[in-house]
């Protein structure tokens, strides 16, 4: 399994739709995290976008699974990148 930074950037104004879509989201990023696939993730510039740590065979594996998020089906993101991480000092135990 190789590690991946993704970054998420909000649609322009999408807080009012996020605050309605965010349960599901939080939900699915725990059913992530509760099978160890996402290690890490969190808010970012003061909630403009987030920024997630996860495991997965390929890039393309990691979109199809973030895919899923209700942030995503509902057009919330208005931008991802997926880049595989080498992690050189420190670690995720």
Same mark, same amino acid.
């Given at each position: 399994?190789?590690?991946?930074?993704?970054?998420?950037?909000?649609a322009e104004n999408?807080?009012?739709?996020?605050d309605?879509h965010?349960p599901? =989201?939080?939900?699915?990023?725990?059913?992530? =995290?509760?099978?160890?696939r996402l290690?890490?993730?969190?808010?970012?510039d003061?909630?403009?976008g987030?920024?997630?740590?996860?495991?997965?065979?390929?890039?393309?594996e990691?979109?199809?699974?973030?895919?899923?998020?209700?942030?995503?089906?509902?057009?919330?993101?208005?931008?991802r990148?997926? =880049?595989?991480?080498?992690i050189?000092f420190?670690g995720l135990?």
């Open positions: 399994m190789a590690t991946f930074a993704v970054t998420y950037t909000y999408s807080g009012a739709d996020r309605n965010r599901a =989201h939080k939900d699915f990023l725990a059913g992530l =995290h509760e099978s160890g290690r890490v993730s969190g808010p970012v003061g909630g403009s987030a920024l997630l740590v996860i495991e997965g065979g390929s890039a393309q990691i979109a199809a699974v973030l895919d899923a998020d209700p942030f995503r089906t509902a057009g919330l993101i208005g931008a990148t997926i =880049h595989e991480w080498s050189v420190g135990a």
